[in-house]
């Protein structure tokens, strides 16, 4: 008899059929018709009907039939919820059941019905089953905690089941140890704050023993927790890692997976120059390619995770190159990912066999796998220079297969290859020609037009091959268009006699007759740019172009850290954040690698290994998506919270509308002299509007430089995709858009130099964070304002906490209220290397733009570096504001009293102030607020005070201080009663602090 | 964790379902058919989100078993769990078939309840199971018996039972390695590597402890140290030098880690002890010389000469060349001084088996294929050949020094223990490229 016919049953009236059996007298029938029913359950038909019926059956001796009821329940019971209820009695009963295994089954199941009156009825039984002598039981009992508390997460914190579970950390039983530390870890992560995992030493000892004791999947619930822990020194970080590395012979590979996340995380501890961390890292290596001999499916997991670890420590595979080695029989998901670790370990000293091999690949069947393959050789050029040759040589013989994508995607790739060796493989492109009728795909057709452009004065028919695409120009993809219109006028440049009449035609295709916006703008800036001044569009679309960088793809720094912490699991397979795919509380939690605390050893990439950082400073160009995020941000976001400094980019603000009317206009307006370019510009004073913007990144796009892999070639004009490659290379003139405000602010600072000796006693407060890494790939900056000897400056701490080295740093204000702005460039001289951090004090002038901020002393700020353009907001305090001078005379002081209306008046309280009046007054005199007089009435103290902001707005104040009370009142009064408010805050921090 | 476990036939019914958590509802059941099993193209990924629900799969014959779930699990987790049920229903009820799966449904159903609890994976060791889950309803079991069954399920030796008993205690022990190779034409080797099992079968009373020892190369040089230098000089030829190895939970991890040795208390019955794998000073038992000549465009040359490198007294088995042809083959002929070979049009191949062969031996064979002219542009991809083979000897060089057995509490000894040691070598993916 075989159980397979209980699938077979479709006819009518089956329900009907299996009540009358379920009622039967029979044992067996009865079990027959469970099974019927369960079956039926199974396929997806609907047999809540029969609810009673079956739970009738529960009261058994035989515990398969009591199983089969009991997954009938776990099913329906969400949808019968007052029948569930009849259950109870059994489940109750059998929690105090003599056999162990009995008791344990009533707990598990009763856990996964998710019915709230059976969950009240669970909670005794389960606070006994969690104490029961049987460790079977107890294991069983500690995952049901964790069932009930994704029921009702309240009612297990009041049952106080949490430090039931809590104690079971310290089992004698490993697998109570383990199942305790699975469920804590699950109930941990939907508290990111509580301290349910008090992970100590202590507890960690206990871990560590169960780890050797407890069943495999037991020591992967125990080493995943272990990765939360944070040791509290290198020696506790170093014996934890020495108790983990056994598990790395383990033969699953789970464990092994998870013990190398708890050793990559904790060896961020370790000091370099250890003995240990050597060991470490030669250990880490076999294991992990030990895993490849594994299953298909865990390859795949181990060679996602792998990409990861090659990322954050190259030097652990660097000589295991041959491993990813793809085989003809690998599956296609294996193949691919091998590919990318492939391209990660090229190196000079491999890069002959990885070439060889790659072109092995470029002939296999896989379209998709050949396309990477291609595209692979071309990475190989870029990243090793010394391979450049033999891989172009490798393309062109790859070229001449005639096989369609492999030609297309060869010529791709060609493309990058000319722009990172400029003016070094041209001898190819007669070869490339041939193949241009060949070309369907727009990323190819567009990628060949950029050649035929960019060296057209090398092609001799460089005009026909152009105008033969313009035939079907419409027809074209937006890309191969914009890339037309590109080349054509690049070409025109070169060769301005014998292609008048093709630019005109591409210029009126793309203006006239296209309804792309991108494209029109582009024709009329190129058709404007070449009415009014050839010269300066020479200088503009056949400027340099900054270089492309190998490293484009690498995974930004901070999400890589957050993925090194989750080795293992789905984020190390998707390549994104647990937030990214999880829903609710769970996941969100960020992860971060912390690294031991001495600055000086802690820099990462130890000079062994890291062949790509020291070859070239990687510069991590962000996805597409993070660009249009900022470009967005750029352009658009109106000046209110945390929008672009507007004073120094209108060109920015206004977009293409600007550049094409006012910007181009002074650009090209005075005919006396050449108009500067846009990226040279040094001219201080000079008034152009697009000048004191931060142009380079804004401008390369002209040029049209087919990003590496933003995809898009050229993008559109005036500030846009192609930011990822005007902001990979550091442009030259970056500082020069700060020189206009250094001429005023220096002299400002000289006026205020004579202000007034150094006071004593200055409250500066203390550094906050204002950017924080997450937000600015890895750039942190704190800081704080000080006023000394009557200067503005702006103290920050600016730490680097990504994986590169950031430098070419900038800053600037927006409007503010009182007119900040820097008085000279940011000086940061020297590029600041991983981990390192960097004082800088930075002079603020205050002739700067006014506009007026919510809250008043608000200051919006934008930095830059090599990566990218931050921006975030701080607030100084107003005594930075102050001056030296702010003391009135007395009598002047009566009379401005008398004259400012009262209804400009403003009363404070300040609280909880222990000074007396002589106190409170010297140390508001270190912030410039003066007193002029003091009186006593009757036991109260009346201190009249003046200061002097940098705008020549007076406060006055009269503060009235009673012995014995601490809290103070205060009126102000003010002409620009706006101010008031900041002023009392001020009064407060000062006082108390 | 697991949310969710499915299993379906090749047409996508679903043969089991069971759901461990309520973010996972019967709709998921229906997503993975619809977007893997009965998806247009070919599977890309063992791993996919579908509508933010992650699936993990894998296939046994024609049955697919998925995992879903919506939290960020350890996939490398979910995965070798996956393999373990297989292992689990396997020792159960022999190879997984969709007839097998229907006939044990409620089994399945059963171990699924007691190897996973809210997605958490449990013991799955097979030989504990096999104490509390039977097929014959429940035994009445004293109550000895039962905390005596929770506390091997819940103990440290979760994959051994006490009492065990034998009148003869025998031991099995079967090193099989694999040789994988990747060979370029012009016979320089690309990469190889062996990747070697340790298999046992042990048949011991009591709680025996066994302690395993072979020539790895860092004990030896240890001991070659601690020793005369003459005899560690010779030794040391002979050792051979493991890139890593992986053990049987069974194992003692810590001890190996210190000592470099191998002590466990072993399961009852079958197991693999450990897994291996070795890069140096490899035995390459056949080396494959090809020679593929174009004759115009609708013929081709191939000559394939195979020659054995071991010792002559050994004899290889089950030799089998396959040679691919081109699609557009529409012809071959061939000549082979040993064996026999016909061309599969099926495989696209020349397949020349080989019963037995000698060490230090040759063979070849020449084939002539004709071609029909095709436009197609693109050019034969040339796979590269490949074989199978057996050879009743170890690749990498690997010997079994001891392997003794200690029973304080029972009877006998390490000598009355009978042990059959046994090595078999077998072609991984053993490639030239032609």
Known sequence: M??????????????????????????????????????????????????????????????????????????????????????????????????????????????????????????EPLRKCLKDEDPYVRKTAAVC???????????????????TLKD?????????????????????????????????????????????????????????????????????????????TPRLSHANSAVVLSAVKVLMKFMEMLPKDLDYYGTLLKKLAPPLVTLLSAEPELQYV??????????????ILKHE????????????????????????????????????????????????????????????????????????????????????????????????????????????????????????????????????????????????????????????????????????????????????????????????????PDLRDRGYIYWRLLSTDPVAAKEVVLAEKPLISEETDLIEPTLLEELICHIGTLASVYHKPPSAFVEGSRGVQHKRLTSSAGSGESVESPDTGSAAVSEAPPTVIPSQGDLLGDLLNLDLTPPTSTGPPPTTAPGMQLGAMDLLGGGLDSLIGDESEPPPIPLRTDTPQSPQPPHQSPSPPHYSPTEVAPGNHTGSLGGDIGGSPAMGTGFGAPPAAMPASFNAPISGGLDDLFDLGGGGGLTMGTYIPPKSVWLPAMKAKGLEISGTFVRRSGVIQMEMTLNNKAMSVMSDFAIQFNRNSFGLAPAGPLQILTPISPNQSIEAALPLSTVGPVMKMEPLNNLQVAVKNNIDVFYFSCQYPISMLFLEDGKMERQVFLATWKDIPNENESQFQIKDCHLNSDAASNKLQGSNIFTIAKRTVEGQDMLYQSMKLTNGIWVLAELRVQAGNPNYTISLKCRAPEVSQCVFQNYETVLKN | MIGGLFIYNHKGEVLISRVYRDDIGRNAVDAFRVSVIHARHQVRSPVSNIARTSFFHVKRSNVWLAAATRQNVNACMVFEFLYKMCDVMTAY?????????????????????????????????????????????????????????????????????????????????????????????????????????????????????????????????????????????????????????????????????SERSISFIPPDGDYELMRYRTTKDIILPFRVIPLVREVGRTKLEVKVVIKSNFKASLLAQKIEVMIPTPLNTSGVQLICMKGKAKYKASENAIVWKVKRMAGMKESQISAEIELLPTNDKKKWARPPISMNFEVPFAPSGLKVRYLKVFEPKLNYSDHDVIKWVRYIGKSGIYETRC
Request: proline fraction near 3%.
């Open chain 1, 145 to 163: 905690v964790a069932k009930l508390h994704d029921i009702n997460a309240q009612l297990v914190e009041d049952q106080g089941f949490l430090d």
């Open chain 1, 168 to 244: 079971l950390i310290s089992d004698s039983n490993p697998m109570v140890v383990a199942n305790a530390v699975a469920a804590l870890s699950e109930i941990a992560e939907s508290h990111p704050n509580s301290n349910l995992l008090d992970l100590n030493p202590q507890t960690i000892n206990k871990l560590l023993t169960a780890l050797n004791e407890c069943t495999e999947w037991g020591q992967i619930f125990i080493l995943d927790c272990l990765a939360n822990y944070s040791p509290r020194d290198d020696r506790e970080s170093q014996s934890i890692c020495e108790r983990v």
């Open chain 2, 93 to 257: 009820f022999g190879k997984i078939s969709e007839e097998n799966v229907k006939n044990n449904f409620v089994l399945i159903y059963e171990l699924l309840d007691e190897i996973l609890d809210f997605g958490y994976p449990q013991n799955s060791e097979p030989g504990a199971l096999k104490t509390f889950i039977t097929q014959q309803g429940v035994k009445s079991q004293s109550k000895e018996e039962q905390s005596q069954i929770t506390s091997q399920v819940t103990g440290q030796i979760g994959w051994r039972r006490e009492g065990i008993k034998y009148r003869r205690n025998e031991l099995f022990l079967d090193v099989m390695e694999s040789v994988n190779l990747l060979m370029s034409p012009q016979g320089q080797v690309l990469s190889a590597h062996v990747s070697g099992r340790v298999v046992m079968k042990s048949y011991l009373s009591g709680m025996p402890e066994c302690k395993f020892g072979m020539n790895d190369k860092i004990v030896i040089d240890k001991q070659g140290k601690a020793g005369s230098n003459d005899d560690g000089a010779k030794s040391g030829k002979q050792s051979i030098a493991i890139d890593d190895c992986t053990f049987h939970q069974c194992v003692r991890l810590s001890k190996f880690d």
């Open chain 1, 321 to 516: 190159m041959k491993v990813f080695f793809v085989k003809y029989n690998d599956p296609i998901y294996v193949k691919l990912e091998k590919l990318d670790i492939m391209i990660r370990l090229a190196s000079q000293a491999n890069i002959a066999q990885v070439l060889a091999e790659l072109k092995e690949y470029a002939t296999e069947v896989d379209v998709d796998f050949v396309r990477k393959a291609v595209r692979a050789i071309g990475r190989c050029a870029i990243k090793v220079e010394q391979s450049a040759e033999r891989c172009v040589s490798t393309l062109l013989d790859l070229i001449q297969t005639k096989v369609n994508y492999v030609v297309q995607e060869a010529i791709v790739v060609i493309k990058d290859i000319f722009r990172k060796y400029p003016n070094k493989y041209e001898s190819v492109i007669a070869t490339l020609c041939e193949h241009l009728e060949s070309l369907d795909e727009p990323e190819a057709r567009a990628a060949m037009i950029w050649i035929v452009g960019e060296y057209a004065e090398r092609i001799d028919n460089a005009d026909e091959l152009l105008e033969s695409f313009l035939e079907g120009f419409h027809d074209e993809s937006t890309q191969v268009q914009l890339q037309l219109l590109t080349a054509i006028v690049k070409l025109f440049l070169k060769k301005p006699t014998e292609t008048q009449e093709l630019v005109q035609q591409v210029l009126s295709l793309a203006t006239q007759d296209s309804d792309n």
């Open chain 1, 302 to 315: 181990a060679l996602r995770n792998i990409n990861l670890i090659v990322q954050r420590r190259p030097e």
């Open chain 1, 2 to 123: 075989t159980d397979s016919k209980y699938f077979t049953t479709t006819k009518k009236g089956e329900i009907f059929e299996l009540k009358a059996e379920l009622n039967s007298d029979k044992k067996e029938k009865k079990k027959e018709a469970v099974k019927k029913v369960i079956a039926s359950m199974t396929v997806g038909k609907d047999v809540s009907a029969l609810f009673p019926d079956v739970v009738n059956c529960m009261q058994t001796d035989n515990l398969e039939l009591k199983k089969l009821v009991y997954l009938y329940l776990m099913n329906y019971a969400k949808s019968q919820p007052d029948m569930a209820i009849m259950a109870v009695n059994t489940f109750v009963k059998d929690c105090e059941d003599l056999n162990p295994l009995i008791r344990a089954l009533a707990v598990r199941t009763m856990g996964c019905i998710r019915v709230d009156k059976i969950t009240e009825y669970l909670c």
